[in-house]
Nanobody, 119 residues
Framework: QVQLVESGGGLVQVGGSLRLACAPS????????MGWFRQAPGKEREFVAA????????RYADSVKGRFTISRDNAKNTMYLQMNTLKPEDTAVYSC????????????WGQGTQVTVSS
């Protein structure tokens, strides 16, 4: 089955930046929408950002507005999350998700990549 693969996680200091990427293992994989979610220890998974693949329309969680930017590269079939002005509260495992056409919700998930913001 098609896999979503995240990259770009790591350790960064408060106020620093990091860019995450997500791409399917199969270039023929088609998504209507892709997004990023995160989960910190002891907390529920939360929505971070999403992008409509065809239109490029985006939405963000209030906690990351003005700091994070989601984008996509259609030619590479890759999604990115540029994270700036990082805070300790951003520390979490970040997961990529995809919603296939004609599906009601996200149904493909990556394994996740760790982002740690040092205070």
């Amino acid at each position: 089955q098609v896999q979503l693969v995240e990259s770009g996680g790591g350790l960064v200091q408060v106020g620093g930046s990091l860019r995450l990427a997500c791409a399917p293992s199969d270039r023929t994989f088609n998504s209507a929408r892709m997004g990023w979610f995160r989960q910190a220890p002891g907390k529920e998974r939360e929505f971070v950002a999403a992008i409509d693949w065809s239109s490029g329309s985006t939405r963000y969680a209030d906690s990351v507005k003005g700091r994070f930017t989601i984008s996509r590269d259609n030619a590479k079939n890759t999604m990115y999350l540029q994270m700036n002005t990082l805070k300790p509260e951003d520390t979490a495992v970040y997961s990529c998700a995809a919603q296939r056409p004609r599906r009601p919700d996200y149904d493909y998930w990556g394994q996740g990549t760790q982002v740690t913001v040092s205070s």
